[in-house]
Structure formats: structure tokens, C-alpha cells
Antibody
């Protein structure tokens, strides 16, 4: 059974930094395309970033240059480093396995809430 | 403002059918597969339909998907109270940076 467990969310001040983690079981992160998708309070889904099996990384324009996705194969964990967060980054952040052919987000974590506020 | 356009809400009585539209463009729906996600209150999204019209294991055949040109549609027949949720369409978009995904704004289904 695949499980994705996010952690690391919390209250962060604008301009600070925070690292989210997504610990996977039942799948090997280095062999999979993994994504972060966020949902602002009362709003819809927004794709944030992804890392493919080769280590290539992708970012939404809204976070490029501020967020960094990475993975630790030994811990089977994917990370999202959030630097210089803004109030509009406040959201629940979900980790999702992104199956490529045909594309879809087939496994999701329960999400972790990030609140950016002074 | 979401890239894909969905109606904010639809409703119907138990046992009836609802359809949810998802409108996009040639850079997203027109040249990509569409998937649909169900988000029950307070929970994470769940894959409902992929490859425009395929259902993952465990998803009942009351849920169906279709795509034509730059639009896609999710259908729910035999509506149940447990179907009350927000539904999102999603797909890739070649007009944005590599690897980008876009979603609709979501449609709230209410069972009257």
C-alpha cells in the first residue's frame, strides 16, 4: 500500500524559510515522478513543483527562484524548501505521486498546512 | 483565476445525474490527457478519472469522463449523498514552463 506523509508545515514569517517533507512508503521516490500541489484556504488546487526519476526539477512561475524541490533516496523522502515565502504562499501543501503515461496524480498525502504571516 | 474553467457549483436530487464541464485551450486540454479529482470535505484530493475517461480500480462506474476538443466533462449518475464534494479537472499545459500542470477552479456538487 502506498502512503505519502507530509510534515514540516507551520507558521512562518514572510522572508523566512521552511522545509516540507514527504515520506513515502510502498513506492521508491527515486524511481517516480513526485509533485507538490497546494491549496490556499477555500481555494482550488495549484501545482507547485515536481521532480522526475532522473532528478530533473520543474517549478510553477509563482515559486520559481524561491522554492526548491529535492529528494533523499536513502530516506525515501521528497522535500520542498520554501525560501522568502509570501502571504500568498499560505496553503495546505500536498505531496503526490505523478504517474506519467498517461499523466495523473494517483497517490496523495494528507497535506501539511503552511501559514505565512508576521 | 484558474487556467481551466469549471462551473462553481452543480446540484441534483439523489439518484439523478450531474455533469461538470471543464473548458481549456489547445495548449492544455486540446493536446493533453485530462484527469479528474474528488475532494471530500476536509480530505486530500482523490483520483477519479484519468486518460480522459478511465477509472482507477475501486472507482464505481457511476463516474465517467469524456473529452472533445478543448473541453472535458465529468458525469456522475445515480447521485448519492456521499458524492457531495468538490471536483477538479487537471491536465498539462505546454504554454507554461516545462512540466507544468493546470487545474480548474473546482465544482462543488450538492445533493439536494
Amino acid at each position: 500500500e502506498v502512503q505519502l506523509v507530509e510534515s514540516g508545515g507551520g507558521l512562518i514569517q514572510p522572508g523566512g524559510s521552511l522545509r516540507l517533507s514527504c515520506a513515502a512508503s510502498g513506492l521508491i521516490v527515486r524511481g517516480n515522478y513526485m509533485s507538490w500541489v497546494r491549496q490556499a484556504p477555500g481555494k482550488g488546487l495549484e501545482w507547485v513543483s515536481a521532480i522526475n526519476s532522473a532528478g530533473g526539477t520543474y517549478y510553477a512561475d509563482s515559486v520559481r527562484g524561491r522554492f526548491t524541490i529535492s529528494r533523499d533516496n536513502s530516506k525515501n523522502t521528497v522535500y520542498l524548501q520554501m525560501n522568502s515565502p509570501r502571504a500568498e504562499d499560505t496553503a495546505v501543501y500536498y505531496c503526490a505521486r505523478t504517474y506519467q503515461v498517461p499523466p495523473r496524480f494517483d497517490y496523495w498525502g494528507q497535506g501539511t498546512l503552511v501559514t505565512v504571516s508576521s | 483565476q484558474s487556467v481551466l474553467t469549471q462551473p462553481p457549483s452543480v446540484s441534483a436530487a439523489p439518484g439523478q445525474k450531474v455533469t461538470i464541464s471543464c473548458s481549456g485551450s489547445s495548449s492544455n486540454i486540446g493536446n493533453n490527457y485530462v484527469s479528474w479529482y474528488q475532494q471530500l470535505p476536509g480530505t486530500a484530493p482523490k483520483l477519479l478519472i484519468y486518460d480522459n475517461n478511465k477509472r482507477p480500480s475501486g472507482i464505481p462506474d457511476r463516474f465517467s469522463g469524456s473529452k472533445s476538443g478543448t473541453s472535458a466533462t465529468l458525469g456522475i449518475t445515480g447521485l448519492q449523498t456521499g458524492d457531495e464534494a468538490n471536483y477538479y479537472c487537471g491536465t498539462g499545459d505546454s504554454s507554461l514552463s516545462d512540466g507544468s500542470w493546470v487545474f480548474g477552479g473546482g465544482t462543488k456538487v450538492t445533493v439536494l
